[in-house]
């Protein structure tokens, strides 16, 4: 059997090894309000190379012709450095998206989304690597 | 030589202890539960980096939620579909990390009442220090 659970949500996971990191946001609710969805105060002592993939708001078993806007941001150091929109109505794939960045040492680092209607679920996560 | 079993409830280890894969065969998907298509009990003692493609021959338009569990949270969740010429293949590979020791399953449920048949495609590395 595997083990309980022991990553945190929202939250800086270190690898085993020591060579990254990752984040997940888990089930977000969609809401026209600003919400951080993954927080991360100290990056840790070394540089890291981040992906962060992005699959916009979904509706379980929904339908793509209906479709959905979100935007995402990407704030570190109190500044925006990045932010997009993700639009999935059915003008073919894909419907999520991959962004790559090289983030400082003990930088924090939010992911905000916005979505245009309260119509679903985001999901986030961030895969990371010390250079 | 022993034959590799390659079932969707296993990560087959390449030879050289580096990499692995996974395939969940064709699998039909209807919208009247969550479709299990790879299902790991424990993913083994290391971290790892996996990619995965979903793909369909289905010649209708069908729209399909695909979502990630590990430890049983939900990390990722999506809609897909294989509408006109896109087809799934325009899709981005999808990429993630899953920690040592968790439970790995990828779900997919459509909008279909109709059984649909999906294949996915798994492969990865263990996130050692080389």
Known sequence: MAEANQFGLSSLNQLDTGIGWYSFSGLV???????PVILINNTGQRDSMITLTFGGAVVT?????????SNIEVVLGGETIYQNKLNSVDMGNPFNFEASLFIPRNSTLIIYVTDTDTTGSHTSMIRAYYV | MPEIIVT??????TTNGKRFYAYSGQIGVDNTQQWQMIDVDNIGERD?????????????????TIRVLINSVVVYIDTINNAGEQSMAGYNEL?????????????VISNSTSSRTLTIMAHGKYLSID
Do not use: H, W
């Open chain 1, 29 to 35: 609710s969609a809401s026209t309000n600003r919400k």
């Open chain 1, 61 to 69: 078993g929904g339908d793509l012709n209906i479709g959905t806007t």
């Open chain 2, 8 to 13: 969707p409830q296993s990560l087959v280890q």
């Open chain 2, 48 to 64: 790892i980096l996996m990619k995965l493609e979903m793909g369909s021959a289905e010649t209708t338009t069908v729209d399909f």
């Open chain 2, 95 to 107: 990429k993630f990390i899953c920690p040592a020791n968790a439970s790995l399953a990828i779900e």
